[in-house]
């Protein structure tokens, strides 16, 4: 970690990051919003398709078919019958697709008729939102620029209680970003938030900044009672990478940015963490959505995230750790590798039960929990399996708004609303987690 004087002048000059065609060679670059060559995708004629399977041969079926049709793009992966899967296919895919899911008796609805439009009218959205309000704020997304300079402009404005933290660098050369707030008490545990790792989904770190604002403004004595009792570590993006590369080449990418051929770029960046590493829900192919990378830790986005959190509890006491991520109303804690239960699953479970408890209380939006295994699929070499694994008693992960009609592109209007409510259910582990400890 630096010092916050160094950080906030390296916030500065983040608009020049460096390039990494050969790792031994970083060399700087153009501006960070647009260092890609690339025509923008358009998804043009692209539709989102959604089927139940309704035995096991089914799920079983789309994976291989998955597996066999890299262009067809999985938003909602084939995990157990009764559970949906949503299936991004483009106009030459579809007909292909569409006679396959005949053929084993799936019927498809179509849950996006027009991505390209919708996709569009996004980035319309977007423009007009900037032009009639310069501040930042929750009316719209936000390049990674301008989460930057707020984060800066925050350790500015608050400077006994907010100071920037550098998580590592990324294959392209940006610097992981993220904020510490401390608390009153020296000897809190610390609270540890990260948002962004898969890049298309946009809500979570503007979720992340909220909560960030909601903690330093919020006033009323419930809510400060509880999230003054730790010392926060937040970062909105730990892919800036491919969070980038969503606003300025394609929307939908999930990976980091890293080159392992010429057609495949990237890797799951929940998927590289050192613990049980591609054993299960993760890919060993390239171009998969999933793939694990060459090795674990292969990311250099994930070797600096983990020496971050490992730094944190060889020191302190990494009480709570959630994980953002969209989309699907789920909150989830360990096991992801294993249907196996932890040895504290009914604890989780129970500040589970609390925390969703919560999230319905502003605006009524549902959400299940249970076991990552169990509520939504298996998923090997996760942040969250690492940090259970490393002694953190309540790690939990979000999967945000919505259920499938927008999926990763969950209108802006939503934002604030989605932000709203997860802010409560994280207020309520954090305060759970403090009585429980």
């Known amino acids: 970690m630096r010092g916050p004087a160094a950080l906030a002048a390296l916030v500065l000059v983040l608009a020049g990051v460096r390039a990494a065609p050969p790792p031994s060679s970083h060399v700087a670059s153009g501006p960070a919003e647009t260092t890609s060559t690339e025509a923008p995708a358009t998804f043009r004629g692209h539709k989102v398709l959604r089927v139940v399977p309704s035995v096991g041969k089914q799920v079983l079926g789309l994976r291989q078919y998955l597996h066999d049709h890299p262009k067809v793009s999985p938003w909602l992966e084939p995990s157990a019958p009764g559970r949906p899967v949503d299936l991004q296919v483009g106009p030459a895919d579809a007909d292909a697709l569409k006679e396959y899911l005949a053929q084993e008796g799936l019927v498809a ?32 997304y936000h390049t990674l620029d301008e989460i930057y300079k707020w984060l800066q402009n925050l350790a500015q404005k608050y400077p006994k209680e907010v100071s920037l933290v550098e998580g590592g660098r990324t294959y392209e050369g940006r610097t992981i970003i993220g904020v510490k707030i401390k608390s009153t008490d020296q000897q809190a545990p610390i609270a540890f938030v990260e948002a962004g790792i898969h890049a298309r989904e946009w809500i ?8 960030i604002n909601e903690i330093l403004t919020r ?35 999930r990976k980091s940015r890293s080159k392992y051929s010429y057609f495949c770029s990237g890797a799951d960046l929940n998927r590289n963490w050192p613990f049980h590493w591609r054993e299960a829900g993760a890919s060993a192919v390239p171009c998969s959505e999933t793939y694990a990378g060459v090795r674990a830790e292969s990311e250099p986005e994930t070797k600096a995230m983990r020496h971050y959190l490992d730094s944190l509890i060889a020191t302190r006491t990494v009480l ?80 945000l708004r919505d259920d499938g009609t927008y999926g990763f592109l ?27 400890k």
């Not at 009524?364 to 169990?374: C, L, Y």
Request: aromatic fraction near 12%.
């Open 204 to 211: 979570t770190p503007a979720t992340a900044t909220f909560l």
């Open 320 to 399: 709570v750790y959630v994980s953002l991520h969209s989309y699907s109303q789920l909150l989830m804690f360990p096991w992801g590798w294993t249907s196996e239960l932890t040895k504290t699953h009914d604890d989780l479970n129970s500040v589970a039960e609390l925390a969703v408890k919560a999230a319905a209380k502003r605006h009524g939006t549902q959400f299940k929990f249970g076991a990552i295994s169990k509520a939504i699929y298996p998923a090997s070499g996760s942040t969250l399996d690492y940090a259970y694994d490393k002694g953190v008693k309540y790690p939990m992960v979000f999967e």
């Open 219 to 253: 006033e009323d004595g419930e809510f400060r009672s509880a999230v003054r009792a730790y010392e926060w570590h937040i970062f909105p993006v730990t892919n800036p990478d491919g969070y980038v590369y969503t606003h300025t080449t394609n929307r939908l990418w």
């Open 410 to 436: 969950l209108p802006r209007e939503q934002i604030r609303p989605a932000a709203e409510e997860t802010v409560d259910a994280i207020c309520t582990i954090a305060s759970e987690a403090g009585k429980r």
């Open 109 to 140: 609805t179509e849950m996006i008729v027009d991505l390209g439009r919708m996709v569009e009218e996004e980035q319309r959205g977007m423009i007009d939102a900037k032009r009639s309000n310069i501040d930042f704020g929750w009316d719209t």
